[in-house]
């Protein structure tokens, strides 16, 4: 994911004055609404957003209110719950964004006490669910780090047009624990395994059965066999190999008729 120069360039300076300035309002403690204040600040200052055309405050449908949402080209991006900059943050605070989200179709919620930055991807179902999927304490953000450079990128006007969002959440979809450990119980990674076993011991009689089985119970970890992510992870697995199926036989020569030469 590559950083704008421009938006590198913003960030040094506003990083540090306005993280200066939610720490002063964490021991200070002060209210809610001075926070939102300051989100609108950081929103603007750090993460490129025009203050008084692209932040519209109070978000209502059905009784349920969110303290402020991103509207790019009239269409709101992201819905962001502030809470004050002292209290600790949790999924509780979550419940008005999500339930706007769910029936706007909004996608992304952002929860912050202007210290704390969470991004959360709303799933649509029955019933609505919800998965984090990046956090950072901006006091403890160092600009030189990639990793670092990333997180704040994603809350930016720039990446959000860009698609960060997305691009990330799929890449943290595909590149985890559990679809890597389906990938290790796979049968192609089981028979190199096997094959690899018996080049550095050619005496040892071992079958496929046998690894896997040493995989499934002593050597991955249980959270990574059972559960709602692994079967998540398998049918991502298998959607990519059929697609990547489809895409070979499309890529495949086809056969060349045979001609019939006739003498007449």
Not at 92 to 101: E, M, P, S, T, V
Request: net charge neutral; charged share 30%; glycine share 4%.
């Amino acid at each position: 994911m590559k950083i704008p120069k421009k938006v590198a360039d913003r960030w040094p300076n506003s990083v540090r004055a306005l993280t200066t300035v939610a720490i002063s309002h964490k021991t200070k403690d002060v209210s809610e609404a001075d926070t939102v204040t300051l989100v609108k600040d950081m929103l603007a200052d750090i993460f490129g957003y025009e203050k008084y055309n692209e932040l519209t405050s109070e978000q209502q449908i059905r009784g349920t209110f969110c303290d402020l949402a991103v509207r790019i080209d009239g269409k709101i991006r992201v819905l962001i719950e502030v809470k004050a900059a002292a209290l600790s943050l949790s999924e509780n605070h979550l419940r008005q964004a999500i339930n706007y989200g769910a029936h706007e179709g909004i996608e992304w919620v952002v929860l912050t006490n202007a210290l704390e930055w969470r991004l959360y991807r709303i799933k649509f179902g029955q019933p609505v669910d919800w998965e984090l999927v990046s956090a950072f304490c901006i006091a403890d953000v160092n600009l030189k780090n990639e990793e670092d450079q990333r997180k704040l990128f994603l809350l930016c006007r720039e990446g959000i047009t860009s698609d960060a969002m997305g691009i990330y959440h799929q890449h943290i979809s595909l590149l985890n624990k559990f679809t890597v450990a389906q990938v290790l119980l796979s049968e192609p990674v089981v028979s190199c395994v096997r094959r690899e076993m018996r080049r550095y011991f050619p005496e040892l009689k071992i079958e496929p059965e046998s690894i896997s089985d040493l995989l499934t119970n002593e050597i991955l970890k249980r959270e990574v066999i059972d559960g709602e992510k692994v079967k998540d992870a398998q049918q991502r697995i298998k959607k990519a190999a059929a697609k990547n199926a489809r895409a070979q036989s499309k890529a495949a020569p086809k056969p060349v008729a045979a001609t019939s030469d006739t003498n007449e």
